[in-house]
T-cell receptor, first 113, second 113 residues
Framework: AQSVTQPDIHITVSEGASLELRCNYS??????LFWYVQSPGQGLQLLLK??????LVQGIKGFEAEFKRSQSSFNLRKPSVHWSDAAEYFC???????????FGAGTILRVKS | EAQVTQNPRYLITVTGKKLTVTCSQN?????MSWYRQDPGLGLRQIYY???????DKGDVPEGYKVSRKEKRNFPLILESPSPNQTSLYFC????????????FGDGTRLSIL
């Protein structure tokens, strides 16, 4: 069965500190992986995506993610968090054809000053 | 500007009163989809459409209907809403392949009393 696990429901980090949000997936075919961010009252914005090639992908707003096939993981990182990064983050997996995305339950990021 | 537009953004209604949430995209995308977002569950797919007159059930289709008579529009219909359909709903669209990210609307918050 296809599934995405985000083990951390809430994470709190200090402004300026580094951040890592975890994502593990279970998928029968070649996974195509995404991270989305949702600010309060807003829709989902794509941060980055991975299809193939270099396993370290760069996204918008200074985020990056690393695909590790052996660990079935696609963790999101940022070296220095800003207060404006406080939001909910979703990891998702899909197939090349079919377009369905399977989402994780989300991780709420709080940033303390 | 590329957009997925949902209406209404907020709706409070009563059990059994039929309602329709509209979704329109201006990107000529073939694929459109509806998700519901519930705390702790992430986003779950309700219905999707691969093109005009082609629709199929997602993971949680019970109590919902959709139609795709035109490429740009994909309305979500609740024929007899019930309180367990109180949720935040998102419409999304993308070109045929998942290699292109899904664009999300800003969401519709439905409260069924």
């Amino acid at each position: 069965a296809q599934s995405v696990t985000q083990p951390d429901i809430h994470i709190t980090v200090s402004e300026g500190a580094s951040l890592e949000l975890r994502c593990n997936y279970s998928y029968g075919a070649t996974p195509y992986l995404f991270w989305y961010v949702q600010s309060p009252g807003q829709g989902l914005q794509l941060l980055l995506k991975y299809f193939s090639g270099d396993t370290l992908v760069q996204g918008i707003k200074g985020f990056e993610a690393e695909f590790k096939r052996s660990q079935s993981s696609f963790n999101l990182r940022k070296p220095s968090v800003h207060w404006s990064d406080a939001a909910e983050y979703f990891c998702a997996v899909g197939a090349l054809y079919g377009n369905k995305l399977v989402f994780g339950a989300g991780t709420i990021l709080r940033v303390k000053s | 500007e590329a957009q997925v537009t949902q209406n209404p953004r907020y709706l409070i209604t009563v059990t059994g009163k039929k309602l329709t949430v509209t979704c329109s995209q201006n990107m000529n995308h073939e694929y459109m989809s509806w998700y519901r977002q519930d705390p702790g569950l992430g986003l779950r797919q309700i219905y999707y459409s691969m093109n005009v007159e082609v629709t199929d059930k997602g993971d949680v289709p019970e109590g919902y209907k959709v139609s795709r008579k035109e490429k740009r529009n994909f309305p979500l219909i609740l024929e007899s809403p019930s309180p367990n359909q109180t949720s935040l709903y998102f419409c999304a669209s993308s070109p045929r392949q998942t290699s292109q990210p899904q664009h999300f609307g800003d969401g519709t918050r439905l409260s069924i009393l």
